[in-house]
């Protein structure tokens, strides 16, 4: 028979369990879609990711409508503010181009978030097409012009988007540029405009696993960018010998990988916030990433989407250790040179993947590590995105790009 004190220890235990689970449950739990609309709302206020570029009031308006956490009412609010600048675009795009060209790309943020962070249903699919076609629409004003190049892949395509210089004296220097988790090529294709005033063009493509990329995540993913590699070096007007990468989060990864399989043909790697190792292992997964709060909302969902035959939890805490670069014996060996930025207060990706990193291979890296950062090092009214990637990543891709050499 139990004596009184050991029941009490017992109760004891048992009340402890339940706190430590429902402080769990709190801590890692999802917003709810009040606490999604006032943290979009704020987001958009200051221009933080991922409503960058979107007028609050825009945001509101779409807010009007969504009462709920359902992903098609979430997309159909969305495209119908957006719906409203496409289609006033479209009817001034011959009497007002510059107003219509500002109409589309208002249109295509729009439709973007509404498709955010990925188009899990059908309305959210819908609203991914129409941020396609309107950012077509939009790059069909961009001076140099920009090509969609249709690179085959393995009985499938990969899509891109080029852009070279104005002017351009002979092959010129070419970034490839890879997104992260849940921003598109069409992010990247707007951002790297800023590339080609210094001589050097862009290939915007999406990662394994996202966009209209035709393979998910797998240990052998990276076969896809080397298929871009191969590309880039097949157009004359490219410098096949002055290439870089810059990738960010996951793009990072690949950025990242890519500078050791693929180090004999790339000049430099950007790599903003990279996985490394410890962002792959489960404590990772179950302590971190469930219920990010830095993440504005469903980051397991949207990774588990882009993993190669992966459907549930378990699975996904069996999958991602493979992807470790450690685990996958790459991590020490030769490498191109490389620019690691990240930030210390990160909670999506650990900065320990970024020390471990900066500690091995066989060549000196720089890095640009914000003690007061976030994800990809960004900090709010002082180091946003678009001065990280102005003031930081284009000068390095310039120097490593323009540098003399083989």
Request: proline share 7%; with cysteine.
């Amino acid at each position: 028979m139990q004596s009184k004190h050991t029941s009490s220890i017992v109760i004891s235990f048992l009340v402890a369990a339940a706190f430590t689970v429902s402080l769990f449950a709190q801590q890692h739990s999802e917003r709810t879609i009040e606490e999604i609309k006032t943290e979009a709302i704020h987001r958009a206020e200051v221009g933080q990711y991922p409503l960058i570029g979107l007028a609050p009031a825009d945001v509101k308006e779409a807010f009007e409508h969504i009462h709920t956490k359902d992903k098609d009412e979430w997309a159909a609010a969305f495209m119908g503010v957006g719906d409203k600048y496409f289609n006033e675009a479209k009817s001034l795009e011959k009497t007002d181009p510059a107003k219509a060209n500002a109409d589309y790309i208002r249109a295509w943020r729009l439709y973007s978030f509404g498709r955010w962070p990925i188009p899990s249903s059908p309305g959210k699919h819908r609203s991914y097409e129409k941020a396609i076609e309107a950012f077509l629409d939009h790059a069909k004003f961009f001076d140099p012009p920009m090509d969609v190049v249709h690179i085959p892949f393995e009985g499938k395509e990969i899509i891109g988007y080029l852009r070279l210089p104005k002017n351009g004296k002979g092959p010129v220097p070419l970034v490839i540029a890879v997104n992260g988790l849940d921003s598109r090529k069409e992010d990247l294709a707007e951002r790297f405009g800023a590339i080609l005033p210094f001589g050097i063009g862009y290939l915007a493509v999406d990662g394994p696993g996202t966009g209209q990329a035709p393979i998910k995540v797998s240990e052998h993913s990276e076969r896809m960018l080397s298929a871009v590699l191969d590309y880039a070096q097949s157009r004359p007007e490219v410098d096949r010998n002055r290439l870089a990468m810059q990738g960010v989060s996951w793009g990072a990864y690949w950025a990242t990988k890519m500078a050791i399989v693929e180090r004999a043909r790339l000049r430099g790697a950007c790599a903003q916030s990279p996985p490394v190792d410890k962002f792959f292992q489960k404590d990772f997964l179950m302590n971190s990433l469930i219920g990010n709060r830095e993440y504005l909302f469903d980051q397991v969902p949207a990774l588990m989407n882009i993993l190669e035959g992966v459907n549930t939890l378990d699975e996904m805490a069996q999958f991602l250790p493979k992807m470790s670069l450690v685990y996958q014996g790459l991590l020490g060996k030769p490498m191109a040179p490389m620019l690691i930025l990240a930030g210390v207060k990160d909670t999506q990706v650990p900065i320990e993947d970024e020390y471990l990193l900066l500690s091995k291979g066989d060549v000196p890296k720089e890095a640009w590590i914000n003690p007061q950062g976030g994800h990809l090092g960004r900090q709010v009214g002082v180091w946003p995105d678009p001065k990280i990637f102005q003031e930081v990543i284009i000068p390095w891709l310039v120097k490593i790009l323009q540098a003399p050499g083989n």
